[in-house]
């Protein structure tokens, strides 16, 4: 059979789709579907059915977040608190620190590792260090507390300090990320908008507030919905840095991802896991759309 | 120094890019200082719990009380310790091959599923593109109990079949062929006609002439991959049910329920775990950096 160059092009590129469409199909498309369905159910892993119990997840969840002093309740709430302490802190110290970077042409490449250094490092390790450093009596902010003659802090161990220490180091860790992206995206800025504004008797703030941060909006909006995605999503520091990986002082901690793993892999309550991550899917896609409708959103100069 | 790409002022005010205009001048010496005065106070906070953890390592337990930037008596000790009373060596081994299987596999399909859908014409191709991006809108989270569902029933949480069981979910990415895809739109169509006509076969079109054009592309994908996979937790710490088959972020968290007081101990596996891939950063540090600025400006 001879085949034209056109239906020879069409086979080529279906051979060389074949594994990935496979892939697509069976590792991510399925699984999301089935993620819907399960928590529709009363699943049971190790049978791989459940029977059909509608909303119920979805009532129990909203049971459980109405009750005062609930896992769940505290999970969403402490979310939230995550996101709205996190994401502005990292917003303004990584374009802080990335205006300052770009002043500098002397130890840049050693500042930009110093900042970027956390980023890579897993985040089992970083909740260790910290854990250490925020160590009561002994650890070394405790130390140096000490010597500053600045009243000892409970840190992790209380419940009122252990959130804001958390997203603190949450912060640490994926500062420099977002310097990186903000520093490239300050480069791209023609140097010829400062010159002329310069010559029309502008400066310091005046350019900043005028030529950088209007022409930085996409790279803004950009960080800002990649943040808050990854605080939404936090688990491995909080695991590791409250008492028995609970998510403790008294749910102090807890997030929405620690509450999917405990439920559904410390209790084997797989259709209430699922609910709440069909729940984290809806708000994580609204947060995206939003973050297009921004985008197309264009500054004309 | 690097020499400054911002083509798009002339090369005289390209050399002003920090000193600014004439009436600057004057603040602009004290100005510097402050800069980088404020710089090193950000990049202490940023060094200094990692060199604390190293220094904490090589301190024997007795020390750890006393507050000394260096240990009196430094140790390996804790060294020999750790390694000697749990499966380090082995989840170094573990996690060195899952990054670099899935790493291989996320090059080579992202770099092909990229190339074919932005060099080949055939049907049902956006429906293809945008079935890949749709799926950069579900998180990992929402996946997890479904692949944990399949995997007990494949029994890919025993045994051997583990490896797969934590890799099986990373060999091919969507943001990556999103990423070959953007890059592919750079090589010109003429070059691979060229080939075609010349007689080279589809796939060696792809190998000869597409991969060696993208190979900086290629690249970045493969170090973010290898990192990403390195430090994979959640999925890892599901799958995973034996010792044996830990990652190393698995293993270095059940450090925590183990030993709460023994921080010379933690430490010391914190160190184990985060120094190799420390140094694979510092060496290839700037090719990181640029990938970073470049693929997160992409996407």
Same mark, same amino acid.
């Not at chain 1, 069909?278 to 264009?298: A, D, E, G, M, Y």
């Not at chain 2, 691979?192 to 010349?198: E, F, G, N, P, V």
């Given at each position: 059979?001879?085949?034209?160059?056109?239906?020879?092009?069409?086979?080529?590129?279906?051979?060389?789709?074949?594994?990935?469409?496979?892939?697509?199909?069976?590792?991510?498309?399925?699984?999301?579907?089935?993620?819907?369905?399960?928590?529709?159910?009363?699943?049971?892993?190790?049978?791989?059915?459940?029977?059909?119990?509608?909303?119920?997840?979805?009532?129990?969840?909203?049971?459980?977040?109405?009750?005062?002093?609930?896992?769940?309740?505290?999970?969403?709430?402490?979310?939230?608190?995550?996101?709205?302490?996190?994401?502005?802190?990292?917003?303004?110290?990584?374009?802080?620190?990335?205006?300052?970077?770009?002043?500098?042409?002397?130890?840049?490449?050693?500042?930009?590792?110093?900042?970027?250094?956390?980023?890579?490092?897993?985040?089992?390790?970083?909740?260790?260090?910290?854990?250490?450093?925020?160590?009561?009596?002994?650890?070394?902010?405790?130390?140096?507390?000490?010597?500053?003659?600045?009243?000892?802090?409970?840190?992790?161990?209380?419940?009122?300090?252990?959130?804001?220490?958390?997203?603190?180091?949450?912060?640490?860790?994926?500062?420099?990320?977002?310097?990186?992206?903000?520093?490239?995206?300050?480069?791209?800025?023609?140097?010829?908008?400062?010159?002329?504004?310069?010559?029309?008797?502008?400066?310091?703030?005046?350019?900043?507030?005028?030529?950088?941060?209007?022409?930085?909006?996409?790279?803004?909006?950009?960080?800002?919905?990649?943040?808050?995605?990854?605080?939404?999503?936090?688990?491995?520091?909080?695991?590791?840095?409250?008492?028995?990986?609970?998510?403790?002082?008294?749910?102090?901690?807890?997030?929405?991802?620690?509450?999917?793993?405990?439920?559904?892999?410390?209790?084997?309550?797989?259709?209430?896991?699922?609910?709440?991550?069909?729940?984290?899917?809806?708000?994580?896609?609204?947060?995206?759309?939003?973050?297009?409708?921004?985008?197309?959103?264009?500054?004309?100069? | 120094?690097?020499?400054?790409?911002?083509?798009?002022?002339?090369?005289?005010?390209?050399?002003?890019?920090?000193?600014?205009?004439?009436?600057?001048?004057?603040?602009?010496?004290?100005?510097?200082?402050?800069?980088?005065?404020?710089?090193?106070?950000?990049?202490?906070?940023?060094?200094?719990?990692?060199?604390?953890?190293?220094?904490?390592?090589?301190?024997?337990?007795?020390?750890?009380?006393?507050?000394?930037?260096?240990?009196?008596?430094?140790? %390996?000790?804790?060294?020999? !310790?750790?390694?000697?009373? +749990?499966? =380090?060596?082995? $989840?170094?081994?573990?996690? /060195?091959?899952?990054?670099?299987?899935?790493?291989?596999?996320?090059?080579?399909?992202?770099?092909?599923?990229?190339?074919?859908?932005?060099?080949?014409?055939?049907?049902?191709?956006?429906?293809?593109?945008?079935?890949?991006?749709?799926?950069?809108?579900?998180?990992?989270?929402?996946?997890?109990?479904?692949?944990?569902?399949?995997?007990?029933?494949?029994?890919?949480?025993?045994?051997?079949?583990?490896?797969?069981?934590?890799?099986?979910?990373?060999?091919?990415?969507?943001?990556?062929?999103?990423?070959?895809?953007?890059?592919?739109?750079?090589?010109?169509?003429? %070059?691979?006609?060229?080939? !075609?006509?010349?007689?080279? +076969?589809? =796939?060696?079109? $792809?190998?000869?002439?597409? /991969?060696?054009?993208?190979?900086?592309?290629?690249?970045?994908?493969?170090?973010?991959?290898?990192?990403?996979?390195?430090?994979?937790?959640?999925?890892?710490?599901?799958?995973?049910?034996?010792?044996?088959?830990?990652?190393?972020?698995?293993?270095?968290?059940?450090?925590?329920?183990?030993?709460?007081?023994?921080?010379?101990?933690?430490?010391?596996?914190?160190?184990?775990?985060?120094?190799?891939?420390?140094?694979?950063?510092?060496?290839?540090?700037?090719?990181?950096?640029?990938?970073?600025?470049?693929?997160?400006?992409?996407?």
């Amino acid at each position: 059979m001879k085949l034209t160059l056109q239906q020879r092009q069409i086979l080529w590129a279906y051979v060389f789709l074949s594994v990935a469409l496979v892939f697509f199909v069976i590792i991510r498309w399925y699984p999301a579907l089935l993620s819907f369905n399960i928590a529709f159910r009363d699943w049971n892993t190790f049978k791989g059915t459940g029977t059909w119990v509608g909303l119920e997840n979805y009532a129990a969840i909203w049971h459980d977040f109405l009750k005062p002093r609930s896992d769940v309740r505290a999970a969403f709430t402490n979310t939230l608190s995550y996101v709205v302490y996190g994401v502005p802190a990292q917003m303004v110290l990584a374009l802080a620190i990335a205006l300052l970077l770009d002043r500098i042409r002397a130890f840049s490449t050693f500042f930009r590792v110093a900042y970027f250094a956390p980023y890579v490092t897993s985040a089992v390790a970083v909740a260790f260090v910290w854990n250490w450093l925020y160590l009561p009596q002994d650890g070394l902010l405790a130390q140096i507390f000490d010597l500053l003659h600045i009243p000892e802090q409970p840190f992790t161990k209380s419940p009122k300090q252990a959130l804001p220490s958390i997203t603190a180091v949450a912060v640490w860790q994926t500062l420099g990320y977002s310097v990186i992206i903000y520093l490239a995206g300050i480069k791209q800025i023609p140097f010829l908008y400062y010159e002329a504004a310069r010559i029309d008797g502008s400066s310091g703030w005046h350019l900043f507030r005028n030529i950088t941060l209007p022409l930085l909006n996409p790279v803004i909006v950009y960080l800002t919905v990649l943040s808050t995605i990854s605080f939404l999503r936090l688990f491995a520091l909080v695991q590791n840095m409250s008492p028995q990986g609970t998510g403790g002082p008294l749910k102090s901690t807890t997030t929405v991802v620690l509450e999917v793993y405990r439920k559904g892999f410390s209790s084997y309550d797989m259709g209430y896991a699922a609910a709440l991550t069909v729940i984290l899917f809806f708000v994580i896609l609204l947060i995206t759309v939003v973050q297009l409708r921004f985008l197309t959103r264009r500054f004309e100069y | 120094m690097e020499p400054n790409l911002d083509t798009t002022a002339p090369p005289v005010l390209q050399s002003n890019r920090t000193t600014a205009s004439p009436a600057f001048d004057l603040r602009v010496q004290g100005i510097q200082g402050l800069v980088y005065i404020l710089l090193t106070a950000g990049a202490l906070v940023m060094v200094t719990p990692f060199l604390w953890m190293l220094i904490t390592s090589f301190k024997p337990a007795p020390e750890l009380v006393e507050f000394a930037w260096w240990p009196k008596s430094p140790t %390996l000790a804790n060294y020999q !310790r750790v390694l000697a009373t +749990s499966n =380090f060596v082995r $989840w170094y081994f573990n996690s /060195v091959l899952v990054a670099l299987f899935s790493t291989t596999c996320v090059v080579l399909f992202d770099s092909l599923v990229g190339y074919t859908l932005c060099k080949f014409e055939f049907p049902g191709k956006t429906l293809i593109f945008v079935g890949i991006l749709a799926t950069l809108m579900v998180p990992t989270e929402m996946l997890i109990i479904p692949w944990f569902d399949m995997s007990v029933r494949f029994h890919w949480n025993e045994g051997i079949a583990q490896y797969w069981g934590i890799a099986f979910p990373g060999v091919i990415t969507a943001a990556g062929v999103f990423l070959m895809r953007q890059f592919f739109n750079g090589v010109p169509n003429e %070059l691979l006609d060229a080939a !075609r006509i010349d007689g080279m +076969s589809e =796939f060696g079109i $792809w190998v000869r002439i597409g /991969v060696p054009l993208t190979k900086s592309a290629m690249a970045a994908l493969a170090i973010f991959n290898f990192i990403g996979n390195w430090n994979a937790y959640l999925w890892p710490l599901i799958i995973a049910s034996q010792r044996e088959y830990y990652t190393l972020p698995v293993g270095l968290s059940f450090f925590r329920g183990e030993s709460t007081t023994e921080w010379e101990k933690i430490m010391t596996a914190s160190s184990l775990a985060s120094i190799p891939l420390l140094c694979v950063f510092m060496v290839f540090q700037r090719n990181i950096i640029a990938g970073v600025a470049l693929t997160g400006l992409k996407g």
